[in-house]
């Protein structure tokens, strides 16, 4: 991450750690780089050594936003990659069950509010979840079966086995992906309810959508997309504020003409 920043905030780079040296050999250079004249006119100070040798490296172009774009890191279990993220002001991605994402992101912002970072409770977090806006719950379940139950078994599951009870899985693996806890959907109300519940827990900046591209036709794809813009975005609630609504008496015309 040290380098990934310095590529994107400074003009040339250089960098000796034990397990990453730009550039390589670092004591020496990069001898015998055929372009090194067009480099030494035209790329960054000190690029070239005396010796013809690559010096440091120039990343471009260089980031729009300044001073970098905003940093994303995706985790799952681990509670010291979010706290981590916390520390430097990184936006950490919960590819987890609601549960688990809020025992992370309380230790993220516990992290980032002892490094100086004054932001409230989900600022600068993610949650993921995977989408799926059909009709009736019976779409959705077909939706599952057709579009994530190949990924999910012979995937996901791979990387991940602590995350899956196989025997319910090989039991009913559209109930199993429903039960990860990691997907939202049904009809449009039903999707905005189940993100809205876990949005009152845990008021995340960020929710990062996933989509099986590779599985599901593109037509399909840019309609849930369209559906989640239009009938579930708009109507979520990350405040983390609850508003309760008071019947108040309308006054009569005397108090109003005090």
């Excluded at 372009?35 to 050594?49: H, T």
Aim: proline residues 7%.
């Amino acid at each position: 991450m040290d380098i990934v920043l310095k590529c994107w905030t400074e003009d040339a780079v250089s960098y000796n750690g034990k397990f990453f040296k730009i550039p390589y050999p670092y004591e020496t250079g990069v001898a015998g780089y055929p372009a090194y004249e067009l480099a030494r006119k035209s790329g960054a100070y000190g690029e070239i050594g005396p010796n013809n040798e690559v010096r440091v490296v120039s990343v471009v172009p260089a980031p729009y936003q300044k001073p970098h774009p905003p940093v994303f890191v995706a985790t799952s279990a681990s509670k010291d990659s979010a706290i981590y993220c916390g520390k430097k002001g990184f936006v950490p991605c919960y590819f987890a069950p609601i549960d688990k994402a809020v025992e992370h992101g309380q230790a993220s912002w516990e992290a980032a509010r002892a490094a100086g970072h004054n932001i409230r409770f989900g600022e600068k977090q993610a949650l993921v979840r995977w989408v799926h806006l059909n009709n009736s719950w019976e779409e959705y379940r077909q939706s599952i079966a057709k579009y994530d139950v190949d990924i999910y078994v012979d995937f996901y599951s791979k990387f991940f086995p602590k995350a899956f009870d196989m025997s319910k899985v090989l039991a009913d693996p559209v109930q199993a992906v429903i039960d990860s806890g990691l997907y939202v959907g049904g009809t449009a109300e039903d999707a905005r309810q189940q993100l809205q519940s876990q949005l009152d827990r845990f008021p995340v900046e960020y929710l990062v959508l996933i989509w099986h591209w590779a599985q599901q036709p593109t037509h399909e794809v840019l309609r849930e997309m369209e559906g989640f813009a239009r009938d579930v975005l708009p109507k979520l609630d990350n405040s983390g504020v609850k508003v309760q609504v008071a019947s108040v008496a309308a006054p009569d015309e005397a108090a109003l003409s005090k």
